[in-house]
């Protein structure tokens, strides 16, 4: 008999062996995040100090579910990165599943937001409850990100609690091997750290508008 395994019950071990998953921390394997970010407008940056003034005039006030991150953080976010325009689409509360090799397993979960490329999966954004670590949403995002069904070899990732950010990179060639960012968090008294997050998505979407099937 077939076990099914909700993918929320996955952790990072877990999608790692049954997947054959391997963690990198080579720097070279993420030029993405770490260098030529693009620059940002400075109506871009006041719409973000406006997303940012949002999100923390509602926190103090009551804990945020994950559709009020959706409607406060990621929607803002979405709409300056133009992935709401063709070529890009976004699908939104997808049902997922894919059979673990060898064994009688299918993990199967429900993403929240994928934005494709010429039907290739280029972000899946799992948002999570502002009161949880973005720790349980790394395994259920590389599960998604495994489970894109289209021959591309690279696939991105973002997963945020509306405060905390960090971005995921998924190679598939040869053994499959993913990379983290730093975890960017919102509550930085210095800086906005959207404009960051901004400037990582417009990179990511420039890359993948450049060269597709990359």
Do not use: C
């Amino acid at each position: 008999m077939v076990e099914i395994i909700p993918a929320q019950k996955l952790n990072i071990i877990d999608v790692e062996s049954k997947f054959g998953l391997t963690q990198t921390e080579d720097e070279q394997f993420v030029p993405e995040w770490n260098e030529n970010l693009p620059d940002i407008t400075d109506l871009e940056k006041q719409a973000l100090d406006r997303v940012k003034l949002n999100y923390i005039s509602l926190i103090k006030r009551r804990q945020i579910s994950e559709n009020m991150v959706k409607m406060t953080v990621l929607g803002p976010m979405l709409v300056w990165t133009d992935f709401y325009q063709l070529p890009f689409d976004i699908l939104d509360e997808q049902t997922v599943e894919l059979a673990v090799a060898d064994r009688d397993e299918i993990v199967r979960g429900r993403l929240d937001i994928v934005v494709l490329q010429d039907h290739l999966w280029l972000l899946t954004i799992e948002s999570k409850n502002a009161g949880l670590s973005l720790l349980n949403g790394i395994p259920q995002a590389l599960f998604y990100m495994m489970a894109n069904p289209h021959p591309t070899p690279t696939v991105y990732g973002l997963v945020t609690n509306g405060n905390n950010f960090l971005f995921i990179k998924l190679s598939k060639q040869d053994k499959p091997q993913y990379a983290l960012s730093d975890e960017l968090t919102l509550s930085h008294r210095r800086e906005n750290v959207l404009y960051t997050v901004l400037k990582i998505l417009k990179k990511i979407g420039h890359l993948v508008r450049e060269n597709p099937h990359a």
